[in-house]
């Protein structure tokens, strides 16, 4: 029996609390071997800017869709430590189990977001975080560094406002949304409310541009400057979005 068989055999049997300790404290000794190491959730670092931008602010809420895993490369995890608390959406089947073991004090949904109500092709990696509803994704990825697609099923989509609504009040506050669903960011920008929700800052994946100006261009950061937001931020990947007072 191999070594990756046997360690998954150990966290099957393990508690999910006891495995959280285990980590945590791995974490702690690690960060001890350098006192000048930051610990970072996210996969680019969001959650270090995000930080910042929330300084000082020790309650708050936060809207994850596309949001993968309750820890790996998350943007709210860090957040959800410090006792902040949010929704977290996504499309995967069952990937809402992990949540509610590891965060059960957020809200945890396992939804599809669209602009429009209908039911689409939803591509299964063996790698979920290149799950995606894009086919031209999918094939760019399929067979790339030892990833595939395993599985195609259709997924009927949301609007971001129905869900909304239904578990929030007008008058409730959303510090950061943060999107990332591999295909359809924008559409899930368009199926907002945005007289009636509007974060103060919007997290969202604009690829494949090479410079400010690009994505200037961009119908992401055209829609959002639209809706009263400024470019604020940027990793790799992801853009910051605050709102403009």
């Not at 999910?16 to 680019?44: C, G, H, P, W």
């Not at 100006?213 to 937001?229: A, C, M």
């Amino acid at each position: 029996m191999g070594f990756n068989k046997i360690k998954k055999i150990i966290i099957k049997i393990t508690p999910v609390r006891i495995q959280n300790i285990f980590q945590e404290s791995v974490k702690k000794e690690n960060m001890k071997l350098d006192s000048y190491a930051t610990l970072s959730y996210s996969q680019e670092g969001e959650d270090l800017i995000l930080k910042r931008i929330f300084e000082g602010q020790k309650e708050g809420f936060y809207l994850d869709v596309g949001a993968h895993h309750p820890k790996r490369f998350s943007n709210t995890y860090e957040f959800y430590k410090m006792g902040w608390r949010g929704i977290n959406i996504d499309a995967m089947p069952g990937s809402m189990d992990g949540f509610r073991k590891v965060r059960p004090d957020d809200i945890n949904l396992e939804y599809a977001i669209s602009n429009s109500k209908e039911n689409l092709d939803f591509y299964v990696f063996n790698e979920p975080a290149l799950n995606t509803f894009s086919r031209i994704e999918a094939e760019k990825n399929d067979g790339v560094k030892g990833y595939k697609i395993v599985e195609r099923i259709k997924l009927k989509t949301y609007l971001l406002s129905e869900i909304l609504n239904q578990y929030l009040k007008e008058d409730d506050k959303i510090d950061f949304l943060t999107i990332d669903v591999e295909g359809l960011d924008f559409q899930v920008l368009k199926s907002n409310n945005w007289n009636k929700f509007k974060p103060f800052i919007i997290l969202v994946e604009i690829l494949n541009m090479n410079s400010i100006g690009d994505i200037e261009k961009s119908d992401i950061n055209i829609f959002l400057v639209s809706k009263g937001y400024s470019l604020y931020a940027k990793t790799t990947n992801t853009c910051f979005y605050k709102i403009l007072i």
